[in-house]
């Protein structure tokens, strides 16, 4: 795999054997295109000495766009050094004609950390820059910058790590106080049925639970109640009942084997359509906010949600396998944490400021589509391999994050036009996929893409930003 590579006209390639021969000027140019690099001049505090040259975008308009800029401020051959930490570099000032500096940093995240300091992104005098706080004090009972918790915090560790990583148990402080201690978390997918799970694969745990239930782990069973063709059999061999909907107390279809979900429970979408438990189940029927919290679209069927509008919120929706769900979030809506299961077709509409469908998670063999434009945000995201995921997010304000899979023989498509910032979106286009990015227009920035050999993967970033995408030979083509 290689990073794409910005090219150079015969003009900047002179100017740099020029430069080369003045006292102090740098010895070489940032060639991979990079988020947010449209300052049009080097800086004396530019991040860590990385210099360009000629101003504008130099050089940005080659393979893979970036905002075209050849020219534009005299752009000071500057920053040659870098420095231990924070944002700034330690030399160079700003070129004749150079635009005036903004802010280096938006978060304390933007920040480099250095052993004994701690950088935080706040205002300096007209700017944003990244100020040492000095060393954080770990255990004096309260959170300091640089601190993600004090000792003898505790935190379940399901709230921890990517969604599904950790299927149960509790995390502890360590006791440097910047990071939290899973090794007594769960996880699942060892084939190990630890706290907080029911089930590991072949692993089960209670009354009737046999090995069974592997076969269609993941959540994967798309067939509803049609389960116990494929799980009846006990794969260690030790000749117990496999756990059916009889041991989970439903009366609907006892017989039939609930299959080890992703998340290391028993999927019961199989006894009755609806999860054991659920507050509402949704039967080819429609539901409108606040009477839309937990509920869940039958097996199968289809289902409106609709919790589009100023200060209502849907949480915990789940459209379940082989249903059909048009999700609205929009005008200042909230969904979070939207279930889209194996097999379901999901329609989430997160546009207009406020509104947010974050934390949806859909899962293998399901198709989303998500309308996160106009300032709407789809953060934290999860698309699975197996998934079909497009992701529309247009306009200033319109923020989409998370980690998304394109696999073998699915077409993904990523529209992030306009000033939309997909920067947070990580993209993996497998073998045998087709993925589209366009992200036209000042300010827009494509995903983090990698593109494996054997994708086709095209890009449209005229004006905008392709975020340095990781590419297989011929795997990728565009401007």
Same mark, same amino acid.
């Given at each position: 795999?290689?990073?794409?590579?910005? *090219?150079?006209?015969?003009?900047? =390639?002179?100017?740099?054997? =020029?430069?080369? =021969? =003045?006292?102090?000027?740098?010895?070489?140019?940032?060639?991979?295109?990079?988020?947010?690099?449209?300052?049009?001049?080097?800086?004396?505090?530019?991040?860590?000495?990385?210099?360009?040259?000629? #101003?504008?975008?130099?050089?940005?308009?080659?393979?893979?766009?970036?905002? #075209?800029?050849?020219?534009?401020?005299?752009?000071?051959?500057?920053?040659?050094?870098?420095?231990?930490?924070?944002?700034?570099?330690?030399?160079?000032?700003?070129?004749?004609?150079?635009?005036?500096?903004?802010?280096?940093?938006?978060?304390?995240?933007?920040?480099?950390?250095?052993?004994?300091?701690?950088?935080? &992104?706040?205002?300096?005098?007209?700017?944003?820059? !990244?100020?040492?706080?000095?060393?954080?004090?770990?255990?004096?009972?309260?959170?300091?910058? !640089?601190?993600? @918790?004090?000792?003898?915090?505790?935190?379940?560790?399901?709230?921890?790590?990517?969604?599904?990583?950790?299927?149960?148990?509790? $995390?502890?402080?360590?006791?440097?106080?910047?990071?939290?201690?899973?090794?007594? &978390?769960?996880?699942?997918?060892?084939?190990?049925?630890?706290?907080?799970?029911?089930?590991?694969?072949?692993?089960?745990?209670?009354?009737?639970?046999?090995?069974?239930?592997?076969?269609?782990?993941?959540?994967?069973?798309?067939?509803?109640?049609?389960?116990?063709?494929?799980?009846?059999?006990?794969?260690?061999?030790?000749?117990?009942?496999?756990?059916?909907?009889?041991?989970?107390?439903?009366?609907?279809?006892?017989?039939?084997?609930?299959?080890?979900?992703?998340?290391?429970?028993?999927?019961?979408?199989?006894?009755?359509?609806?999860?054991?438990?659920?507050?509402? !189940?949704?039967?080819? $029927?429609?539901?409108?906010?606040?009477?839309?919290?937990?509920?869940?679209?039958?097996?199968?069927?289809?289902?409106?949600?609709?919790?589009?509008? *100023?200060?209502?919120?849907?949480?915990?929706?789940?459209?379940?396998?082989?249903?059909? /769900? %048009?999700?609205?979030?929009?005008?200042?809506?909230?969904?979070?944490?939207?279930?889209?299961?194996?097999?379901?077709?999901?329609?989430? %509409? +997160?546009?207009?400021?406020?509104?947010?469908?974050?934390?949806?998670? @859909?899962?293998? #063999?399901?198709?989303?589509?998500?309308? /996160?434009?106009?300032?709407?945000?789809?953060?934290?995201?999860? !698309?699975?391999?197996?998934?079909? @995921? %497009?992701?529309?997010?247009?306009?200033?304000?319109?923020?989409?994050? #998370?980690?998304?899979?394109?696999?073998?023989?699915?077409? &993904?498509?990523?529209?992030?036009?306009?000033?939309?910032?997909?920067?947070?979106?990580?993209?993996?286009?497998?073998?045998?996929?087709?993925?589209?990015?366009?992200?036209?227009? *000042?300010?827009?920035?494509?995903?983090?893409?990698?593109?494996?050999?054997?994708?086709? +993967?095209?890009?449209?970033?005229?004006?905008?930003? /392709?975020?340095?995408?990781?590419?297989?030979?011929?795997?990728?083509?565009?401007?």
């Amino acid at each position: 795999m290689k990073r794409i590579s910005l *090219g150079r006209s015969a003009a900047s =390639l002179l100017f740099l054997a =020029l430069g080369g =021969l =003045l006292p102090g000027a740098c010895a070489s140019e940032r060639s991979a295109l990079e988020p947010g690099d449209d300052s049009g001049a080097a800086s004396s505090a530019g991040r860590g000495g990385k210099s360009q040259t000629s #101003g504008g975008n130099a050089g940005k308009s080659s393979t893979f766009g970036g905002s #075209g800029g050849a020219s534009g401020g005299a752009g000071a051959l500057a920053g040659t050094g870098a420095a231990e930490g924070g944002e700034a570099s330690e030399a160079g000032a700003p070129g004749a004609g150079a635009t005036a500096v903004g802010d280096k940093c938006q978060l304390d995240s933007d920040c480099t950390q250095v052993k004994g300091s701690c950088f935080v &992104c706040e205002q300096a005098g007209a700017a944003k820059d !990244c100020v040492d706080r000095g060393p954080p004090v770990c255990d004096n009972k309260t959170l300091d910058p !640089c601190e993600t @918790c004090e000792v003898d915090d505790v935190k379940p560790c399901i709230e921890l790590g990517q969604p599904g990583e950790f299927s149960g148990g509790n $995390a502890t402080c360590k006791a440097t106080c910047d990071g939290w201690d899973t090794s007594t &978390c769960s996880v699942c997918g060892n084939l190990e049925v630890e706290p907080g799970e029911e089930c590991d694969g072949d692993a089960t745990n209670g009354a009737g639970a046999g090995g069974a239930g592997g076969a269609n782990a993941g959540g994967a069973n798309a067939g509803g109640a049609d389960a116990s063709s494929a799980a009846g059999a006990d794969a260690s061999g030790a000749g117990d009942a496999p756990h059916t909907c009889r041991d989970e107390g439903i009366a609907q279809n006892p017989s039939v084997v609930t299959p080890c979900t992703d998340t290391c429970h028993y999927d019961t979408t199989v006894c009755s359509g609806c999860s054991k438990g659920v507050g509402q !189940c949704l039967d080819d $029927a429609d539901c409108t906010a606040p009477a839309c919290d937990g509920v869940e679209c039958k097996v199968g069927t289809s289902c409106d949600i609709g919790c589009g509008g *100023g200060g209502k919120s849907c949480s915990g929706v789940q459209c379940n396998h082989r249903a059909s /769900c %048009d999700i609205t979030c929009n005008s200042s809506g909230d969904c979070a944490g939207v279930v889209c299961d194996s097999g379901s077709t999901c329609a989430l %509409d +997160c546009s207009g400021g406020g509104s947010s469908c974050d934390g949806t998670v @859909c899962k293998a #063999g399901a198709a989303c589509a998500f309308d /996160c434009s106009n300032s709407g945000s789809c953060q934290d995201v999860t !698309c699975q391999p197996g998934a079909a @995921c %497009d992701f529309v997010c247009n306009d200033g304000g319109s923020v989409c994050s #998370g980690q998304v899979s394109c696999a073998a023989g699915q077409s &993904c498509e990523f529209s992030c036009n306009s000033a939309g910032n997909c920067a947070g979106l990580r993209v993996t286009c497998q073998a045998g996929s087709a993925c589209d990015f366009s992200c036209t227009g *000042g300010g827009s920035v494509c995903p983090q893409v990698t593109c494996e050999e054997g994708s086709a +993967c095209t890009f449209d970033c005229v004006g905008g930003d /392709c975020n340095a995408p990781t590419c297989a030979d011929a795997a990728c083509t565009g401007n």
